[in-house]
Structures are given as structure tokens and as C-alpha cells.
């Protein structure tokens, strides 16, 4: 398993970071960099989840589908369900807590295994080449 953590400290609120994991609508694109305009697809959402699928900007080939959910107040959490470069199980979470003074820390951390084949081998290339600062 390849495992990335990274931390930032964000002059936004807690809920504006998470607020901006949680958001599907056609400005994901623009706060999501690895996430292709047009290519977001929410198959279902609730109250404190949501089933996506979502093609990547930086190889328009890959997509994965996972399922966000925030049931807990400080993070939101994406378990990939199916993916042509990831295998299911994969993760990406992202928490945030309110800083003195205002603000946030912010924490990201991907657990990343890869599919067998061309795609899955390209992914963690670039995973292993990006590492933090990719991220």
C-alpha cells in the first residue's frame, strides 16, 4: 500500500474546507485541480454521503468511483468502490480543525493500492514520482 500524508495550514474555516470535499457541483473542477470539468458523476447522495465516479484531469483515461462520506465533523472520506487504475479500498481523507485565531489545520492522507496493468502501474509511477509535494 502506498500511503501519502500532508498537512497545511488554511486561513478558510474548517467547514469551508470540508464544505469544498463535499461539493459535487460544476465547481469541483475548479477547486479539485486532478478532477477533469465535466466528468463528475454523483450516483446517489444523502444527508451525509455520496456515491461519484470521477475522471481525473491529469490522465483523462483514469476515473474512479467511491463513495464520500462525512458522518464524522472534522473529515470527509472517500473509499474507492471501483477504479481502472486503483484497487477498491483505496482512500482519500481529508480533515480539518479550527486553528487559535481562526483558520485551519488541515490534514490529507491517501492510502493508494494499484490495479495490475498499464493504467495501475502509470498511476502509482506518478503517486511515487509526485509523492507530497503532487499532492
Known sequence: ???????????????????????????RPKVWRNVKAG????????PD???????????????????????QP???KQTVTDSNVLEPG????LRAAARDGGGSDVEMVLQRNFRSGLRGS???LMNHLGGKRGW
Open 90 to 93: 483505496s482512500t482519500w481523507e
Open 39 to 46: 466528468h463528475v458523476e454523483v450516483h446517489e447522495s444523502g
Open 122 to 124: 502509470v498511476g502509482n
Open 1 to 27: 500500500m502506498f500511503t501519502v500524508k500532508v498537512s497545511a495550514v488554511s486561513s478558510a474555516a474548517p467547514e469551508r474546507v470540508l464544505g469544498a470535499a463535499r461539493d459535487f457541483s460544476e465547481r
Open 74 to 76: 472534522d473529515s470527509v
Open 49 to 71: 454521503f455520496a456515491d461519484v465516479t470521477e475522471r481525473l484531469s491529469i490522465a483523462r483515461s483514469f476515473w474512479e468511483r467511491g463513495r464520500y462520506e462525512w458522518s
